[in-house]
């Protein structure tokens, strides 16, 4: 089995918790407005390993994360690859170590007998997930990422019924989902999940806009500036965030 990786970091810190080894895979069937990794989109790109190569290296960077660090797998969609993210968990696991997925979501069909297989798999080896609500109104979330939110709440609602500790990350876009009626709508469903553990609000940033001018891409958002830190600060109220 082999895996294709964007890239490798071996000293993450806003990945989960602690510090972090963090495996960015590559390919997404996304296509957020505000995604800093363009380069990440194309499934045949990136290199190819193995389950085993990827812990090997991971585990040289260990005695870093010993003290409630671990390792985590982000994207792209790092679920693209859902087999080969859970035989690496599967022999991290065996090393007592802390896994971590960062997905949308996007990848679970719960119509799906298959799907939900392969899921129920990977949470056999998974520590944590830190799932993203794009957008919490359907039309918005098509709007933003090319697709809707169907199968990212149905996630959340498939780890909340399995026990599965998550963190809610929503990535604050103004004009886009820094509205006090969506943002009233996301703290109603993640009310109603059982094993949300923390809550994060991501302000929106510029950063990856550079990537877009050396691919040749138009940047989706230009002339959208990052939310004011009032903004930031009521959108944790409602959220009931992290400060």
Known sequence: MVGRIHSFESFGTVDGPGIRFVVFMQGCPLRCRY???PDSWEVNGGTEYTPEQVAQNALRYRHYWRRGGGITVSGGEPLLQIQFVTELFRILK???????????????????????????ELIKYTDLFLLD????????????????????????RF?????????IRQVLVPGITDSEEYLARTRAFIDSLATVRRVEVLPYHTMGEVKYKKMGI?????????????SVERAKRILGAEY
Request: some cysteine; aromatic content about 6%; hydrophobic content about 25%.
């Open 35 to 37: 995604c800093h990794n």
């Open 218 to 230: 138009d940047y989706p958002l230009a002339g959208v500036k990052p939310p004011e830190r009032e």
């Open 94 to 120: 065996g090393e007592g170590v802390h896994c971590t997925a960062d997905t949308s979501g996007i990848t679970f069909n719960p119509e799906s007998e298959r799907s939900l297989q392969l899921h129920s």
């Open 159 to 167: 780890l909340s019924q399995n026990g599965k500790d998550m963190w």
């Open 133 to 156: 609500i794009k957008h919490i109104d359907p039309d918005g979330c098509r709007k933003l990422t090319g697709a809707d939110n169907k199968n990212e709440l149905a996630f959340a």
